[in-house]
């Protein structure tokens, strides 16, 4: 009977050793595991505090791209009244070229006068009467 008692106790102990040895390891790995938990939400934290921040930048950046917008539109409106003064001034400028061009025909028409060399009238000279 000592026999059987022995080994009944013994299995007892070892059946005991093994759930204590089960527990600490387990309670170790649930350190483990709550330390990665504490430090992903650390992470977690620091991640929506600099999203805020981005989000913040982001409607920043959207309003300064529609000011750019809005004086794009317009810069293109000013370029088109440029061009379309461009336009009208080119015609007075085309017309005052045609009008110089005409003025300048006119004027090469027109005698200098030089073909007409007057030659002065000789008198008679009062000796030769």
Same mark, same amino acid.
């Given at each position: 009977?000592?026999?059987?008692? @022995?080994?009944? =106790?013994? %299995?007892?102990?070892? !059946?005991?050793?093994?759930?204590?040895?089960?527990? !600490?390891?387990?309670?170790?790995?649930?350190?483990?595991?709550?330390?990665?938990?504490? *430090? =992903?939400?650390?992470?977690?934290?620091?991640?929506? *505090?600099?999203?805020?921040?981005?989000?913040?930048?982001v409607?920043s950046? &959207?309003?300064k791209?529609? &000011?750019? $917008?809005?004086?794009?539109?317009?810069?293109? &409106?000013? $370029? %088109? &009244?440029?061009?379309?003064? =461009?336009? *009208?001034?080119?015609? $007075?400028?085309?017309k005052?070229?045609k009008?110089?061009?005409d003025?300048?025909?006119?004027?090469? @028409?027109?005698? *200098?006068?030089?073909? !007409?060399? !007057?030659?002065?009238?000789? =008198?008679? %000279?009062?000796?030769?009467?």
């Amino acid at each position: 009977m000592k026999k059987n008692k @022995r080994i009944i =106790l013994g %299995s007892i102990i070892g !059946f005991i050793g093994i759930t204590c040895l089960q527990v !600490f390891s387990t309670g170790h790995k649930h350190v483990v595991v709550v330390e990665e938990n504490t *430090s =992903l939400t650390n992470e977690n934290k620091a991640l929506t *505090s600099e999203n805020k921040g981005l989000k913040t930048s982001v409607a920043s950046l &959207e309003a300064k791209n529609e &000011e750019l $917008v809005e004086d794009k539109a317009e810069m293109q &409106e000013m $370029v %088109s &009244e440029v061009i379309g003064d =461009l336009d *009208s001034t080119k015609s $007075v400028v085309q017309k005052i070229k045609k009008e110089l061009t005409d003025e300048k025909v006119t004027n090469a @028409r027109m005698s *200098s006068g030089d073909e !007409f060399d !007057f030659q002065p009238i000789k =008198l008679p %000279s009062e000796d030769g009467n």
